[in-house]
């Protein structure tokens, strides 16, 4: 099922405000947020597919197709043109991209948590053993 335009805007609101928290190094809770990033990377990534499909509907609409028709202007001029008609839909498409990117950049700095943390264990155990 296609998520609604209106709702990939409130969730990519969600998945916004949860990475702008300030990450702790603490290893428990690293666990946790790791496993938050990986569904909101997830979820993220569908909703980029959901928003290229709003956005290629548009493009391919009947209204759109007139436009293109009725535009005798340089390609690289009616290509901007078109995207300002299609602002919405690439504003969600470049934002969903973003956070994307922004969640696996995220749980790989997680990970550097967790494996720091388990480096010090062992080094402590070895210490003390």
Known sequence: ???????IQLELE???NFLELTQSE???EAVYRGNELAVYM???GKLLADAKIHRDEKLNS?????????????????NKFIDTLTREENHLVNWADRLNAACSRQLEWCRTVISKGKAEMQALQMYQG
């Open 1 to 7: 099922m296609i998520t609604p335009k209106d709702k």
């Open 14 to 16: 969600e998945i916004q």
């Open 26 to 28: 603490d290893v428990n």
């Open 42 to 44: 997830a979820r993220s």
């Open 62 to 78: 009947e209204v759109m197709r007139e436009i293109k028709s009725l535009i005798s202007l340089p390609a690289s001029t009616s």
